[in-house]
């Protein structure tokens, strides 16, 4: 952590700006300035003297010094910006004098001055990117097999937040005759380990509470905005409702990124030429959202909603409230399943529906079976075969044009990796702890080896949640002129739904989940940014 990306060097215009945001302090040698699991933790200026970041001692290892800062610099990364508890220590090595900037101080540096806003932006970004790839990544340690469905659930919760850990594959000789030394057997996995706390049958939710990540109201007061849903739509809402002005919070019920965070490799995206991946979009975007002020929370999955005059209450599946005076709903769609015997056994440990490094790293070089028709399943073909795995497309339809863009199916074509079956379903899957064949049936009839299953066959919108909604037949939201039902709370408005406003006042839908959205990432972006609109046009009728 000593290169110039972690430890920016600041001029003297750029260092006097800074520290007017701090409160000045001085500090003795060995003084704790940020103890591991503090929550809003300050961002720390060292005028004078130096910090130690430190990884306490775990029950395995002892007390781990990560990075020495010295003066005309400052310690804090990427997890102040949300509430994550701190995972390292800093402690002043030498005596000096040192400013405290807090969580509200360092949002309006961040709003005021662009400059300082991008170089604590990308320091804090790198700092997280280099933690994680030391001995940092100890303090969050996940134990299972690579073909659990519950080890890849908290692998894939803590890649979409970019969390620093460490993974350790069960399924390895050695890892596994030293479990029960642990006092581990394989019935306790997946087991977390946090900041050498053990957590048996871990659940991306139970680590999320003890990250800090889980959702929390600090303050009590009503969000001016939740979005509920992290996909491009939410990501896109969330940040022009944020750096507009309205206290905005993001609820996802696994992680930000929604359905495009699965797709490895975007191409027709605006202003991205040589294409881009949807996790790297995503990320990026969760990125801004912080830098905005956004407070996101995952997992957090909606229950239901209560309307009311102002404001809304949204219930978590938990039973957490969450108060705000307007709801986007960017819930996007839900993946649909093969009616299969044993797909609920196989899903995590051979069966997918996102194409990732994630996933790829459990399939490299071996061969995979991808269903679906539509540009998800020809990139996911083509990213699986450039990194080594024989591909099989299996697409029930006579040709791929039905779905699919003519740029992908002409690089399909020309692959010699990848076999297009067209006419052909998967009927059987084959395995005892893990997919290991699948059965094709159709225009091709046969049973192949098949380490991993990726299926792209689409998906129904997430709406069992909020049923009081009026939707079309197969469940998607309708919004401002596509309202046919308008119930009793309309009748003081003397209005009609705005654009993107559902059949419930200050209820917004927008992206996939939304009824004649186009489902794709461009006009899901769209449609977030442009909802925020109409709730600003809504929280004004309730102001006046």
Not at 427 to 445: C, P, R, S
Request: aromatic share 6%; hydrophobic share 45%; charged share 20%.
């Amino acid at each position: 952590m000593d290169s110039d990306r972690v430890v920016p060097e600041l001029t003297d215009a750029q260092w006097d700006r800074l520290v007017r945001y701090g409160v000045p302090a001085d500090v003795a040698a060995g003084e704790i300035l940020v103890r591991s699991g503090d929550r809003w933790y300050d961002l720390i200026l060292i005028e004078s003297g130096e910090v130690e970041v430190v990884r306490d001692a775990l029950p395995w290892v002892g007390e781990t010094v990560i990075a020495a800062i010295g003066e005309r610099t400052f310690f804090g990364e990427l997890g102040l910006l949300n509430g994550q508890r701190a995972f390292l220590t800093a402690r002043a090595s030498k005596p000096g004098r040192m400013l405290r900037v807090d969580h509200a101080a360092l949002q309006r540096l961040m709003a005021e001055d662009d400059e300082l806003c991008d170089i604590l932006l990308r320091t804090m970004w790198a700092r997280r990117e280099a933690l994680r790839k030391g001995p940092a990544a100890l303090t969050l340690k996940i134990i299972g097999t690579s073909r659990s469905a519950g080890s890849h659930a908290l692998r894939r919760y803590a890649e979409r937040l970019e969390l620093a850990y460490t993974w350790v594959d069960a399924d390895d000789p050695a890892t596994s005759a030293s479990l029960t030394g642990h006092g581990f057997t394989a019935d306790d996995l997946p087991v977390a380990i946090v900041q050498g706390e053990n957590v048996l049958g871990a659940t991306p939710g139970q680590v999320a509470e003890m990250l800090g990540l889980a959702y929390v109201n600090d303050d009590e007061r009503a969000a001016d905005l939740a979005v509920v849903g992290g996909g491009p739509a939410g990501l896109a809402a969330a940040i022009y409702g944020a750096s507009e002005g309205l206290r905005t919070v993001l609820l996802d019920s696994i992680a930000p990124g929604g359905q495009s965070a699965a797709t490895s490799r975007i191409e027709n995206y605006l202003g991205f030429p040589f294409g881009v991946s949807g996790d790297a979009l995503t990320g990026q975007a969760s990125l801004q959202a912080l830098k905005f002020g956004v407070r996101v929370f995952a997992p957090c999955e909606a229950a239901g909603l209560e309307w009311s005059p102002d404001p809304l209450t949204l219930s978590l599946s938990d039973g957490t409230l969450v108060r705000a005076r307007a709801v986007i709903v960017t819930t996007g769609a839900q993946y649909r399943t093969l009616e299969l015997d044993r797909w609920a056994q196989f899903e995590g440990a051979g069966i997918f529906h996102a194409a990732t490094a994630l996933e790829l790293r459990q399939v490299t070089g071996a061969p995979v079976v991808v269903v679906g028709g539509a540009n998800s399943a020809g990139q996911a073909a083509l990213y699986l075969a450039a990194n080594g795995c024989p591909v099989r497309l299996v697409v029930r339809s006579e040709n791929l044009s039905t779905q699919m863009s003519s740029y992908l199916i002409e690089r399909l074509s020309e692959d010699p990796r990848i076999e297009v079956h067209t006419r052909t379903s998967v009927t059987e899957l084959h395995g005892d702890a893990a997919l290991e064949q699948v059965t094709l049936a159709g225009g091709t009839n046969a049973t192949v080896d098949c380490r991993g299953l990726f299926c792209f066959i689409g998906a129904q919108p997430a709406t069992d949640w909020i049923t009081q909604l009026d939707r079309d037949e197969h469940g998607f939201v309708r919004t401002g002129t596509d309202i046919q039902l308008l119930g009793p709370m309309w009748e003081g408005l003397h209005r009609s739904p705005l654009p993107f406003e559902t059949s419930l006042p200050r209820v917004f839908a927008a992206g996939d989940v939304r009824r004649g959205s186009m489902k794709r990432v461009a006009a899901a972006v769209g449609e977030g940014s442009s909802a925020v609109a109409s709730v600003h046009r809504a929280l004004a009728e309730v102001s006046e």
